[in-house]
């Protein structure tokens, strides 16, 4: 099945170069919202406690007053180094706050604007952090529970359904993966190249490095410090500080084993979506499942084009309410 998606002729593209401003553009130009711009969400935060003794901060946005009985709960898990703030979780508050839906959106460890306390971070398959969290969120909540992950938070959704099995059935009632590197391998390699390497991965360790230097601050001798600096791409990264922190003997071991695409193939029981534009510059299209790929359960869409979390719509500088409107509706059918 494909998501009926192309973009606005002044960003149109399905090669490269339209996956690639498809990505940048929306990110840092573009509304949330085709109406109400792209104004920060008022959210209300609450601190909680891990199992290990750390914390995670859940940042919740309710539906309105008005809205009376059981109502459906989104839960938004964020892509690398996103949080509650990020362009699409804006979006998506806009959209359940339209359909009287409350929404939250969770933050990995060390995403929420202070470093956590153990030594840890998170990582593309933190499976067993997802389960804790959306059991606490559908034991406190009388409606029905559907999560969306974005990104690195996608894949990691889709390990946990995976993980899940027929369980899972009793916590969520759906889940979707958006622009998810369900190939960490393929897209680890990809995001290491070329333009990818000059760009993204600049940005993307331009944050990570910081927080992994005062992790080390923490914890003196958690890693190695001159390699962590001396990193130049997340192969690297990973090998020196999110393999080792994470239980992992290497960047191949993690990659491999956190990769959600092998797994799809098993999945019969929580109904999922996986959507992925076929030029993502962070996610190759080589990589994407067929249909013989996946198990009964999985909904597969792959525009042609959309980018990596991009998808926007309307004229300039555009929205991408459209993302949210097109899953919203998906998850949706699946009450």
Known sequence: MT?????????????????????????LYSRAH???????????????????GDFIDVDFHPAGAAQAGPRPLLVLFHGLEGSS?????RAFAHWAHAQGWDYVVPH???????????????????????????RRLALAHAGPVLAVGVSLGGNALLRWAQEAGATGRQVVRAV??????IDLAAAGHAIGRGFNRQVYTRMFLGSMKPKALAKLAQYPGLFNEAAL?????????????????????STEDYWAR?????????????????????????VPASCLPGRAD?????????????????????????HVADLPQAVGCWLTQQL
């Open 85 to 89: 703030q990020s362009h699409y979780a």
């Open 108 to 134: 990995f460890r060390g995403c929420s604007g202070e470093l956590n306390r153990a030594p840890r971070a998170y990582h593309s398959g933190d499976h067993a952090e997802i389960d804790w969290i959306l």
């Open 34 to 52: 085709a109406d109400h711009g792209g104004k920060q969400v008022a959210y209300q935060r609450q601190r909680w406690d891990t199992p290990d």
């Open 294 to 318: 996946v198990g009964p359960a999985v909904t597969l869409w792959q525009p042609r084009e959309g980018g990596h979390v991009g998808f926007p719509a309307g004229r300039f500088p555009g």
């Open 176 to 181: 979707a993966a958006i622009s998810s590197p």
């Open 229 to 249: 600096r001396a990193a130049k791409d997340l192969y690297v990264y990973d090998n020196v500080f999110t393999a080792p922190l994470h239980g992992f003997a």
């Open 258 to 282: 956190c990769s959600a695409k092998p797994g799809l193939k098993t999945m019969r029981e929580v109904p999922a979506l996986v959507l992925n534009a076929r030029n993502d510059p962070f």
């Open 3 to 27: 998501m009926p998606y192309r973009a606005p002729r002044w960003l149109a593209g399905h090669g490269p170069l339209g996956g690639n401003v498809q990505t940048i553009w929306p990110a």
